[in-house]
Nanobody, 114 residues
Framework: QGQFVESGGGLVQPGGSLRLSCAAS????????MGWYRQAPGKQREWVAR???????KYGDSVKGRFTISRDNAVKTVTLQMNSLKPEDTAVYYC????????WGQGTQVTVSS
């Protein structure tokens, strides 16, 4: 149904920014809402943000006002612009449909630390 390749993570200081990208394949992208998820060490994977096939967005309370999700249907990509990063944003970030139905990718590591 779908596979995803995430990129763009790295090490950033608190208050900094990163832009994550997800390249999707398969039919799942065209018909589903897409989302970003994250998993911090020792914690369950959590949903972060979603964007519908039509472009409407929704965010988790912890990232609202700091993160922006978008999608390009023509090239099957989903991006996550992350601003004002905090140490608690440190996690491996994944993309998938909402709800998740495709195979989970490798994710991309985001580390926020001074």
């Amino acid at each position: 149904q779908g596979q995803f390749v995430e990129s763009g993570g790295g090490l950033v200081q608190p208050g900094g920014s990163l832009r994550l990208s997800c390249a999707a394949s398969g039919s799942i992208f065209s018909i589903n809402a897409m989302g970003w998820y994250r998993q911090a060490p020792g914690k369950q994977r959590e949903w972060v943000a979603r964007v519908s096939s039509g472009g409407s967005t929704k965010y988790g309370d912890s990232v609202k006002g700091r993160f922006t999700i978008s999608r390009d249907n023509a090239v099957k990509t989903v991006t996550l612009q992350m601003n004002s990063l905090k140490p608690e944003d440190t996690a491996v970030y994944y993309c998938n449909s909402v709800p998740p139905m495709g195979s989970w990718g490798q994710g991309t590591q985001v580390t926020v630390s001074s």
